[in-house]
């Protein structure tokens, strides 16, 4: 189970680590384009549209990324769940208790009956 909620946080982080680098290149080829076209109002429009478009990736990205951690906030208050659900023996010191004395309710074995 662990090994699964780590990989599924390895894989979001290396997502958001490649999405950020296509945005830093994106926005140096953005940049460049902008510096060929002397028109300002076009300039202004290019990087707007690139700036559009970027808030609407990490909007969905961010969606997305919220979508994935509540799911293994999930996974793990199962498995948290199921762990606590399991029978645990008892403490080793009220077991040698309990097999000492022959009893469990406070009455002699023979006398439960």
Do not use: C, Y
């Amino acid at each position: 189970m662990q090994s699964n909620l780590f990989g599924g946080f390895e894989t979001m982080s290396r997502n958001w680590l490649e999405h950020r680098q296509d945005d830093l290149q994106s926005a140096l080829s953005t940049v460049e384009r902008m510096g060929t076209v002397e028109d300002a109002a076009e300039r202004s429009s290019l990087w707007n549209d690139w700036m559009a478009d970027r808030l609407k990736r990490w909007s969905e990205e961010a969606t997305a990324v919220i979508e994935q951690a509540q799911g293994m906030s999930r996974a793990m208050a199962e498995q948290a769940s199921a762990s606590a659900s399991v029978d645990r023996p008892f403490h080793p010191r009220e077991r040698r208790f309990r097999n000492a004395e022959g009893r469990r309710d406070g009455k002699p074995e023979e006398a439960r009956g």
